[in-house]
Structures are given as C-alpha cells and as structure tokens.
C-alpha cells in the first residue's frame, strides 16, 4: 500500500472524515480482519454472517491501525462511505452474506475505488498487471507465473483463491512503490464481474486458461461462460500499449477471443497453431511431465515438479507471461523447472512411510479439474491399486446428475480400481460407473467423510494410491488429513510446504 492520509483516501473514495482531522497516514497495508491489524494499516469494516466488522473498529485502532474505512459512524478515526445509489449494480453486494442493508456493498465500492487509485498511480510508474481467469486452474497458474517473475522484480500475488470482489482490491492494495508485477486472479459469479475486477485493477496481460462447465448453472451455458472469461480480454490495452492476451489454442471458445482484443495475442498449448508450444510431454511414475518448450524466443527442456499433465498448459501460459514481460528463454526453463506448488489442496501428492500416496485436490471440483485429477491417478497408478475418493461438483444446474454420471463412468474406463462417492449429491458418480460396468466392492456410495474414512482405513494398502477431490462444500480434506493425520503427528510426513489461507481463501468461478 503507498501511503496516504486519511483526509486523501475520503477525496478518493468519495468520503467523510469523522472522528479525524485528516491528517492520520496510513502507512501499512489494508485489513479487513481486526486480528490480522498491522502497525499503520488501514482497517475496513465488514458486516458478517455471524459478527460485523464496525464493532472491531475501536479494537483494531487500539492494535496499530491509524483509521476506519466504515459504513456508519465508529468509536475510532474513519472515513465514512456514502451508501450506494438505490438499484445500483454492485458485484460486491452478494459477497457478503450478512449484508442485509447494503453498508457491506458500499465499503467493498469505496475499497475496489481505492485501489483502482492506487494501481492507476503504481502503473505510471512501471507496475505490471497481469490478470488470469478461466474455469478451471486459475489458482495454480497464478502460483506459477508469480514463481517465474519474482526474479526479475518484486511480485504480488493473492494467497489461494483471493479473487473475488473483496480479495482482488485487497491484493492490489498490498502493491507498493517497489512492486513490479501484480498478478491476480479474476473469477465470476455472472456477466459483468470480470469487467468490474479489471476495472479495479486494469490488465496489462491477460490470460485465459479455458471454458469449462464450473458454474454452468449460473451461467446458462458453456458459451455463456466464455462472453463472461472474455471480458477480460476486452479489458487490456491495445497492442500497441502492451496489451497482451494469452490464450489456450487448445480450447476453440477460448482461441476464439483472440477476435474480442485489440492486444497482442500469443496462443499457447500443444496445438500446431501455439506461439508457445510443448513438445514430447512425458509423465513419470508420480504424474510430473517433462517436455520441450518452443517459442519465437527459442526452445528449452522442461522438467516439472508438480503432479499431472494438466500444468503442462499452466506452464505453458506462464512461460509466455514471463516472455512478454522480458525473460529469456533458458531463464523461463530453469525457473519452471523448480517451480513449487503453493496453494493448499491443490494436487497436493504426499507419499507415505509405508507407501501409500496421497494425492490431495480437495480445494474444490468441476467437471474438467475431476477428469484431469482422475488422469493423474491412473498416470500414478500404473504399478498400484488406485482408489478415486469423490465428493460433489456444486453448482452445475441441471446438468449435475448427467456431469456426475459423466466422472463415474470415467473412472470405470480409465481402469481405477475402486471408488467411493461421498454423499447423495454425488450418487449419480456411484450409478454411472455401476453402469460402465463397475460391481460390487468397486464402487461404493457412503453416506459421508467419515464412513470414507472407515472404509479406506480398513482397506486400503500400503502400495495403494487414493485421490480425494470435491468441491469444497463436500469438506473431503478432512478424508486426505485422517490418511495422513498419523503419520504427520509422528513426524514422518512429506517435508512439503504449504501457503494456509483460511477463512481468506475466497475463490470462486
């Protein structure tokens, strides 16, 4: 955050000074959880499902903060938003569940237009945008393009899925003077809400990783998704400002925007039409691809060291980010070759002691990210019995039975072994691999996490490997933290870190 007074963050949010003068600077970042106040930080109140966020004003000055951003008067230094306008279309005001008059939606307004005046401010002065989008794989493609431009300056980018209407200002707000490359991720609930997100914090490269069915039931159809991904191609510059859209050229809905931006367009995939290509993708025993890139800029071999071939595209798209923003082509490969995984649940493989391997994608699920998780335990599986354990795809509409009965018989033709689906949400999973041909013990329907639990701790080996993936109302983490509960409170757990976003890892479509 660049610092401010507070009698500057009311010109630009359209504010009141109250219980201030204005002369209080702000010279931390902005929080919206009291706990979390730093020293010089600006806090921003909240109304809840359970607490609202103007009864912890008070606490939050008294821990460091110098001032309020509020909806309504407060027993602290603030700045007071004006409310909305009646029937103003506001993205941010179905964000929060406890705000039943509005007061939520006007403060996340104030706080989206306080970034969009600090990034205005940091873009003249060299800052790069890069805004990601697409069904499915956002999270850890951000992950990797924050990995491949954090040496050539400093880089931001949100913890996990922080790229909603409150967690993309506030990743734009922790951009400094010294900041370089902000990247973020955009997703949408409906038409408009990527529009809005690039509005807060204009692109300079965007990419569009692919059109799934995540969603579908909000947005009508598969083509309906895409006029909403698209929106963020409308968004950058031309080309001749550096405006750059990367696009998957596997992905025809996708490929197609290249019509809808004035930017530069650099396709990439494994397509013969990819400006940024891989060549020879080969899996080994734990899913980690290696292949040959190829580029304009030259070719180099890429070894991952993240689990399934679908971050072969992801490498792919932050390779060419990487590119256009200056690196070199060998500095692309050796970085990508140690790039980590950084998000929690996340195709998260954990080898056990005794061998079994755990592959966690219990984050959430659709239709594409469970096909593309099922490949990789067949891929891990070749020399062990797998075990698919899978929860509900949420929110496909009146396609989720036929989706459901779709990732069933999937698993029953990609030969995994056994398969347990977790609550009757998910049963139309259970009855399409009974009718692909699956019997008896091979596919079972449990009630919930727990009978999961029982049964896999009963059955499965030490050689075997077990997939868990859901989406996250169906909670199937806690079925990969009891397979490796143990061995962590032993100490004998993979060495693997993670990034723990809690209650902060707000991710949607």
């Not at 912890?56 to 000055?61: E, I, L, Q, R, Y």
């Not at 922790?174 to 900041?179: P, R």
């Not at 596919?443 to 080996?461: F, H, K, N």
């Amino acid at each position: 955050m660049i610092s401010m007074s507070l009698a500057r963050l009311a010109e630009i949010v359209g504010g009141t000074l109250h219980n201030s003068d204005g002369s209080e600077t702000i010279t931390a970042g902005v929080e919206f959880d009291s706990r979390r106040i730093e020293a010089g930080g600006l806090f921003v109140a909240l109304p809840g499902e359970r607490v609202d966020g103007h009864d912890f004003a008070a606490g939050a000055v008294a821990k460091g903060a110098v001032g309020v951003l509020a909806a309504r008067p407060v027993d602290a230094p603030a700045v007071l938003v004006p409310p909305l306008p009646p029937g103003a279309v506001n993205a941010g005001s179905v964000a929060l569940s406890g705000d039943t008059d509005g007061s939520g939606a006007a403060v996340l307004a104030a706080l989206g237009a306080l970034a969009r005046h600090v990034v205005a401010e940091l873009t003249e002065t060299g800052l790069a945008v890069v805004g990601v989008t697409g069904s499915s794989g956002k999270t850890s493609t951000k992950d990797i393009i924050a990995q491949l431009l954090e040496p050539m300056g400093p880089t931001v980018a949100p913890p996990g899925s922080f790229n909603n209407e409150l967690g993309h200002p506030w990743t734009a707000l922790l951009a400094d003077a010294a900041t370089r490359h902000l990247v973020l991720e955009l997703s949408a609930r409906g038409p408009g809400h990527i529009a809005e997100l690039a509005r807060i914090a204009p692109p300079l490269l965007g990419v569009v990783l692919n059109v799934g069915t995540a969603h579908v039931g909000e947005f009508g159809s598969r083509e309906g998704i895409a006029a909403t991904k698209g929106e963020l191609v409308e968004a950058l510059p031309h080309a001749d400002n550096g405006g750059v859209a990367v696009l998957n050229a596997d992905d025809p809905l996708v490929a197609a925007m290249a019509e809808r931006t004035s930017a530069k367009v650099v396709r990439v995939g494994e397509s013969p039409d990819a400006d940024v290509m891989a060549v020879d993708v080969q899996l080994d025993e734990l899913a980690r691809a290696s292949f040959r890139l190829v580029s304009a800029h030259g070719e180099t071999e890429v070894t991952l060291g993240l689990h399934g071939e679908h971050h072969v595209g992801n490498a792919l798209t932050a390779a060419a980010v990487a590119l256009e923003l200056g690196a070199s082509i060998e500095e692309v490969g050796a970085r990508l070759s140690t790039v980590e995984r950084r998000s929690e649940r996340r195709m998260h493989v954990t080898t056990r002691s005794d061998g079994l391997v755990v592959l966690n994608d219990s984050y959430n699920a659709n239709p594409e990210s469970t096909r593309v998780a099922l490949k990789a335990l067949a891929s891990v599986s070749r020399e062990r019995r797998s075990w698919a354990v899978l929860g509900e795809m949420a929110e496909l509409g009146e396609d989720s039975v036929t989706a459901h009965d779709e990732i069933g018989r999937l698993a029953v033709r990609l030969n995994i072994n056994r398969l347990i689906v977790v609550g009757e949400r998910a049963a139309a999973m259970h009855h399409g691999a009974c009718h692909e041909g699956s019997w008896g013990d091979e596919s079972m329907l449990v009630a919930d996490a727990e009978e999961a639990i029982a049964v896999l701790t009963e059955q499965a080996g030490p050689d075997d490997a077990v997939l868990v993936k859901a989406s996250k109302v169906a909670e199937l983490w806690r079925v990969a933290d009891a397979l490796l509960g143990a061995e962590r409170a032993a100490g004998t757990a993979s060495a693997a870190s993670t990034v723990g976003t809690g209650k902060r890892d707000g991710g949607i479509a």
